[in-house]
């Protein structure tokens, strides 16, 4: 069965970095675009990046643009988000997403930007 299993997060200060991870197993990981969501306290999930199945093609969230950074391992099944010039906004759960017949979500990794 599709596994997805984020880790990486943690606390961190306003400017720091992270680097978030997600194994994925039960599919054919490099056939499918892979995302990245977050959800904020009382807030909808939003997408955050997007990874096209063999890499070459990106897409971000306005708010994230030019901070983080989305890419993947075929070899390895796994995708990750290199996130820089972290801020306060940037707290919420991090999901990591595939659609295969249907839509599998991950346990998700807290990522708290506090001082």
């Known amino acids: 069965q599709v596994q997805l299993v984020e880790s990486g997060g943690g606390l961190v200060q306003p400017g720091g970095s992270l680097r978030l991870s997600c194994a994925a197993s039960?599919?054919?990981?490099?056939?499918?675009?892979m995302s990245w969501y977050r959800q904020a306290p009382g807030k909808e999930r939003e997408l955050v990046a997007r990874i096209t199945s063999a890499g070459g093609s990106t897409n971000y969230a306005e708010s994230v643009k030019g901070r983080f950074t989305i890419s993947r391992d075929n070899a390895k099944n796994t995708i990750y988000l290199e996130m820089n010039s972290l801020k306060p906004e940037d707290t919420a759960v991090y999901y990591c997403?595939?659609?295969?017949?249907?839509?599998?979500w991950g346990q998700g990794t807290q990522v708290t930007v506090s001082s």
């Open positions: 039960g599919f054919t990981f490099s056939s499918y675009p």
């Open positions: 997403n595939v659609n295969r017949l249907r839509t599998y």
